[in-house]
């Protein structure tokens, strides 16, 4: 990892992944799962990470690879940086399906956002979020 090379000590780096739920909760939502082609791509992504929208769904996501939070936690501990947290960018409130709409109103918004503060940095609720992101700190003891 070359980030690790250039970054003094102490600093933090925040990264961002695709978490390996994100296509089926997006279908679920939309009734896309129900269509052979884009189910079969979200059970590759459940089971390998991997990532490759079928033909007949050109306007998804090119060819990638999906994290569960474990894995992209893994990924930077084996650098030798310590893990700060994992976070859920859109977290649980982003499945309410009138999400913009409530988020404009004064009361569901409070609702969402005390949801959001509750589940944000809920490790089992990872993969309710499409995105994650981590932050992760290098840190090296001086000897004397």
């Known amino acids: 990892?070359?980030?690790k090379r250039v970054l003094k000590n102490n600093g933090i780096i925040l990264a961002f992944a695709i978490n390996y739920t994100a296509s089926t909760l997006a279908g679920l939502l939309n009734g896309l799962i129900h269509k052979n082609s884009f189910f079969e791509m979200c059970k590759e992504e459940l089971t390998s990470g991997i990532h490759n929208p079928p033909d007949?769904?050109?306007w998804l996501l090119a060819e990638a690879y999906y994290h569960k939070p474990e894995q992209l936690k893994d990924e930077f501990i084996n650098q030798e940086l310590t893990h700060i947290n994992?976070?859920?960018v859109?977290?649980?409130?982003?499945?309410?399906?009138?999400?913009?709409?409530n988020m404009l109103n004064k009361?569901?918004?409070k609702t969402l956002l005390e949801l959001t503060k509750i589940t944000e940095?809920?490790?089992y609720l990872l993969s309710f979020s499409p995105h994650m992101m981590i932050a992760v700190q290098k840190k090296i003891a001086y000897e004397n």
Request: net charge negative; no cysteine; charged share 40%.
């Open 86 to 88: 994992t976070y859920a």
């Open 1 to 3: 990892m070359k980030l």
């Open 121 to 123: 940095n809920d490790s």
């Open 90 to 101: 859109e977290e649980m409130a982003w499945l309410d399906k009138e999400y913009f709409a």
């Open 56 to 58: 007949d769904f050109p």
């Open 107 to 109: 009361k569901k918004k």
